[in-house]
């Protein structure tokens, strides 16, 4: 085999090990169920086996999830509706090195933040979303089509609007008074 092609390989592996969770985290929020969620994540890696790193430099990761949106909302136009799917136990997304105390606590926090979220409209869930997986305003812009100043403003909204949750806010006074 050549170089280029193990270089190549390891790019697309590294890339699958790096953001196969939080994109699968990600299309679960498109997708009917979590079969369908891995679908869309193995399109997109799909996807990236015809690019080559270098038109993908330092553009990854915004590249992977606007693959994903894109994706889902073409088979949502198909089907004529998209659905969002209920929060996705914990389990199946948590880390393996957390101690059974500390995958308890994360999966409740996270359960109460993912309540939280399903209030809020929309638009702020998805901004919010991409920023909480290390996108920045820029790199959200180019994955919705909205403008930069635009996406600061929604994550500031979004934030804002869960910090005044009551379960937020209680936790937030629980973690605070322990």
């Given at each position: 085999m050549e170089?280029?092609?193990?270089?190549r390989?390891?790019?697309?592996?590294?890339?699958?090990?790096?953001?196969?969770?939080?994109?699968?985290?990600?299309?679960?929020?498109?997708a009917?169920?979590e079969?369908?969620?891995r679908?869309?994540v193995?399109?997109?890696?799909?996807?990236?086996?015809?690019q080559?790193?270098?038109?993908?430099?330092?553009?990854l990761?915004p590249?992977?999830?606007?693959?994903?949106?894109?994706?889902a909302r073409e088979?949502?136009?198909?089907?004529?509706r998209m659905e969002?799917?209920?929060?996705?136990?914990?389990?199946n997304?948590?880390?393996?090195?957390?101690?059974p105390y500390?995958?308890?606590?994360?999966?409740?926090t996270?359960?109460?933040?993912d309540?939280?979220?399903?209030t809020l409209?929309?638009?702020?869930?998805?901004?919010?979303?991409?920023?909480?997986?290390?996108?920045?305003y820029?790199?959200?812009?180019?994955?919705?089509?909205r403008?930069?100043?635009?996406?600061?403003?929604?994550?500031?909204?979004a934030?804002?609007?869960?910090r005044?949750?009551?379960?937020v806010?209680?936790m937030?006074?629980?973690?605070v008074?322990t």
């Amino acid at each position: 085999m050549e170089p280029a092609n193990d270089a190549r390989r390891r790019w697309v592996m590294e890339a699958i090990q790096q953001y196969e969770s939080p994109l699968l985290r990600y299309a679960l929020r498109f997708a009917a169920d979590e079969h369908a969620a891995r679908d869309l994540v193995q399109f997109v890696f799909l996807k990236l086996c015809d690019q080559s790193p270098a038109e993908l430099d330092g553009r990854l990761q915004p590249w992977l999830f606007a693959v994903c949106r894109n994706r889902a909302r073409e088979l949502g136009r198909k089907e004529r509706r998209m659905e969002t799917l209920a929060p996705v136990a914990e389990a199946n997304c948590a880390s393996h090195d957390l101690s059974p105390y500390e995958a308890v606590e994360q999966h409740e926090t996270q359960a109460c933040l993912d309540e939280a979220m399903h209030t809020l409209p929309e638009d702020l869930q998805e901004v919010l979303d991409l920023w909480s997986h290390g996108l920045c305003y820029r790199e959200i812009s180019d994955i919705v089509g909205r403008d930069a100043g635009h996406i600061r403003v929604q994550v500031h909204r979004a934030i804002q609007k869960l910090r005044h949750h009551p379960k937020v806010k209680a936790m937030i006074n629980d973690t605070v008074t322990t």
